[in-house]
């Protein structure tokens, strides 16, 4: 349920206590449990979502990183370039230079069903569309860091 409350509520300012309060538990017994099952806090949990979004519509669409970053719930440019820069290993503006020319059609959404290739800190995760976020492959790249 906490990773559902932020896949929907990623684009927000979230707190643990928010989580906490929407399934009704302490949040440090939050913290704890989400810790245990999932391998990462919540908070690495809200900042992988909103920079696997990030990343999407950097590479799908012609959003202005500004725009990008407020619609991932991220309210400074600047630190959510620190941000991405830390997680996906460039800057948002050198991962859309380097997508330019392979930009798919006007509406984001590849033409020809390739996948697009994700990096997160050491490892690096295939996809097609949101719903391979939550797949077998996702889930065993999470539990194997």
């Not at 684009?11 to 928010?18: N, Y």
Request: aromatic letters at 10%; glycine letters at 6%; a negative charge.
């Amino acid at each position: 349920m906490a990773k559902d409350y932020v896949e929907r509520n990623y684009s927000h300012e979230i707190h643990v206590g928010d989580i906490a309060g929407f399934i009704h538990i302490h949040p440090a017994y939050l913290q704890r449990l989400f810790k245990k099952e999932c391998g990462l806090s919540v908070v690495d949990y809200l900042t992988e979502v909103r920079m696997k979004k990030a990343y999407d519509l950097l590479v799908r669409t012609n959003m202005s990183i500004l725009d990008i970053a407020g619609s991932v719930g991220i309210n400074s440019q600047q630190y959510f370039t620190r941000l991405f820069k830390k997680t996906a290993g460039m800057t948002p503006k050198a991962l859309r230079d380097s997508n330019t020319a392979d930009r798919p059609n006007i509406d984001g959404l590849p033409e020809d069903g390739s996948e697009w290739r994700w990096q997160s800190g050491l490892r690096e995760t295939l996809y097609e569309t949101d719903a391979d976020w939550q797949g077998e492959d996702y889930e065993e790249s999470r539990k194997s860091r």
